[in-house]
């Protein structure tokens, strides 16, 4: 089974950092891509970022140039950087094996349908 567990949220204020983690098991890693999805408050969850065994990677529009995944495979580890943070950052952060929502097109959290999920993280950005 795939096992998926995230740390590193928390509360920041505008402006700031965070760097989130996901720890995985229970798959090869590097044979599912790997991504980010999140959930605005009230909201179903959006895409946000993707990265393949490769390493290229993929975001959307709203945190292009503010968020980078990475991922150190000899550890099965990846991360989600997160810079310049904004109070509409707020939101619960979920790991992702295998993501395959659409850009722009929000999805139940944590459907299968969509990837394997994490339990997710809260991450919360006061201005």
């Known amino acids: 089974e795939v096992q998926l567990v995230e740390s590193g949220g928390g509360s920041v204020q505008a402006g700031e950092s965070l760097k989130l983690s996901c720890g995985t098991a229970?798959?090869?890693?590097?044979?599912?891509?790997m991504g980010w999805y999140r959930q605005l408050p009230g909201k179903e969850c959006d895409l946000l970022a993707t990265?393949?065994?490769?390493?290229?990677?993929y975001y959307s529009g709203d945190v292009k140039g503010r968020f980078t995944i990475s991922q150190e495979n000899a550890k099965k580890v990846v991360f989600l950087q997160m810079n310049a943070l904004k109070p509409e950052d707020t939101a619960v952060y979920y790991c992702?094996?295998?993501?395959?929502?659409?850009?722009?097109?929000?999805?139940?959290?944590?459907?299968?349908?969509?990837?394997?999920w994490g339990q997710g993280t809260q991450v919360t950005v006061s201005s």
């Open positions: 229970g798959f090869s890693f590097g044979s599912l891509d």
């Open positions: 990265i393949n065994s490769a390493g290229r990677a």
């Open positions: 992702a094996a295998d993501p395959s929502a659409s850009w722009n097109i929000p999805v139940p959290c944590r459907s299968p349908r969509y990837g394997h």
